[in-house]
């Protein structure tokens, strides 16, 4: 029954006749009222009570009004109320500061400001609603020593609805981009083991908390390949820094890029070689990413600018021909070549019509097509009529003219134009043979003369063309031997 009575009283506000009440019940405000009220000893004994002690030295300030003591306008709150004007003063859940100025105007005990400064401090929504304390200075990470000695990872995305894993070398700042749908633990181990078997093993990984990255099937990777995988504070991008900057710098690029028209694919691309190419002032001696991870100048065309040098002509060293088994052809040589049509080859005869370094020749084959092809590829031929025709120019930019393409079909050498003699006798030739006779089947009386004038005509034809120019071939083209039946013809 007296706690709930207690308990309802303290629920009250609090109020002067309270405080009146009180101060007649509490020891030290009773002596300091007396002394007020006769005067105030010349000094107190060094045992006096601490609080005593404190009024005694603010005795100036003091005053009476109808039974409670005032300290200038402030009134004195017993001890047993103070900490329910604490609770009063802080209703609305003010600072230290402005709780402090609030008492001021209305309350006074000599070890106020302390306890006000204690409440606030023990206030769990005070505290729990405090702004965040000013952020410490950054602590970097240790400096490595070599390239790809730790390697901070991280994911950024989804753009366009693709995933990017973004592994940056801590030591040159050499970056890695590789694009994907899916960005589980076993999809980040396979284009991890992928960039690691080209650059090989990193002593530490750094990543955030993604679920990726804190999976059990990770750690497996990491412990069995040796490598130290430290995690940062959850929803701390900054301890990840290294990789967290250049993620915005991908981004951006990206975008840049992607205004310019160009594939996703083209544009990563582009920007992996300029950054990789670009020095960088955080690098060692501020040289570019593969300078520093490879010990060289990636190549770009920006090297076009260059000034040319002067290439030293190569000195080609004697070959030793029994210790190498090297076999050796010239030019005109007849040879057998290795032809492959679908995925079967055979030796097809050819010959030899230019020599392309040590081990590699043109071949011109029987059906006048021209091939590359090795030393293994390559066997001896005995000579044969094949070898005394023409050779024909291999160079793209002289083309055959009609007239040359008829007298190859024909198998009639070219006669040259110095001559107006032979050039008609030439045409007279090549007339007849565009014409030849048509041969028919015996039998035929009429037909048979018809055939046997022609042919007279063609063999005194190819006699003077012959007698003028002993190169051209008489070849008459093979007909068929069908019979033709007459036409039937209406008489109307």
Known sequence: MRSVVYNTFNVFPLSFKAVQQATKSDPVLKKVYRYIQDGWPNSLASNTDRELLRFYNRRESLSTVLGCIMFGERLVIPSPLRKRCLVELHRGHPGIQRMKALSRSYVYWPSLDNEIADYVKTCSPCATTRKSPAAATPVPWPKPVRPWQRVHI?????????????????????PEVIRTRRITASATIDILRNIFARLGMPETVVSDNGTQFTSLEFAQFCSTNGIDHVTIAPFHPQSNGQVERFVDTFKRAMKKLEEGRESTIEALETFLLAYR??????????????????????????????????????????????????????????????????????????????????????????????????????????????????????????????????????????????????????????????TPSLSSPAGSGKNADLSSSSSSTTSSSFESAAASTP??????????????RPPVRFNL
């Open 471 to 484: 190169t051209i071939q008489h070849i008459i083209p093979r007909r068929s031997s069908r019979q033709r």
């Open 154 to 174: 991280d994911y950024a995305g989804p753009i366009d609805g693709d995933y990017y894993l973004l592994a940056v070398d801590a030591f040159s700042k050499w």
């Open 277 to 434: 190419s670009t020095p960088n002032r955080s690098a060692p001696e501020g040289l570019s990413p593969s300078e520093i991870m490879f010990g060289r100048r990636i190549r770009t065309c920006l090297e076009l600018l260059r000034p040319p040098t002067e290439r030293l002509p190569s000195v080609t060293q004697p070959v030793n021909q029994k210790k190498f088994n090297i076999r050796f052809f010239n030019v005109s040589d007849p040879v057998y070549v290795k032809i492959y049509t679908k995925n079967v080859w055979n030796w097809v005869p050819g010959k030899i019509i230019e020599k392309v370094g040590r081990v590699m020749f043109n071949v011109l084959t029987e059906n006048r097509r021209s091939v590359r092809s090795h030393l293994n590829q390559l066997k001896s031929r005995a000579s044969s009529v094949f070898d005394h025709v023409p050779e024909v120019s291999t160079s793209p930019r002289q083309k055959q003219l009609p007239l040359n393409v008829l007298l190859d079909a024909w198998n009639i050498s070219p006669i040259s134009d110095s001559s107006s003699e032979v050039t008609a006798t030439t045409a007279n030739a090549s007339d007849v043979v565009r």
